[in-house]
């Protein structure tokens, strides 16, 4: 399965296997499910890696160096909103 995120938060079925029996990518466009697909997907990372920037970036990254970055990106980008 190609590796693709859509609608609202980015989210995509490869990163939510249980979903896959229950989902298509239609189903994505589809807001109440794409945010609860979202909301499984960052509640496995935050199980797995706690409350944590780490957590947020693997909610789009798997490898360390890229969810580490895109975590940092995440945190500078709260940071400039809560100045």
Same mark, same amino acid.
Not at 12 to 39: E, Q
Not at 65 to 75: E, T, W
């Given at each position: 399965?190609? &590796? /693709? #995120?859509?609608? &609202?938060? #980015?989210?995509? &079925?490869?990163? @939510? ?14 807001? @109440?499910? =794409?945010?609860?697909?979202?909301? $499984?997907? &960052? ?15 693997? /909610? ?7 969810? #580490? ?8 980008? $709260?940071? #400039?909103? =809560?100045?």
């Amino acid at each position: 399965m190609a &590796l /693709y #995120r859509t609608g &609202l938060v #980015r989210t995509g &079925l490869a990163a @939510c296997p249980s979903c896959l029996t229950s989902c298509s990518r239609d189903h994505l466009f589809d807001p @109440c499910t =794409n945010i609860s697909v979202g909301v $499984w997907i &960052l509640r496995q990372e935050i199980n797995q890696h706690g409350a944590t920037w780490k957590a947020i970036g693997r /909610y789009n990254f798997k490898t360390p160096i890229q969810a #580490r970055l895109h975590g940092s990106k995440v945190f500078a980008m $709260w940071k #400039r909103l =809560n100045k």
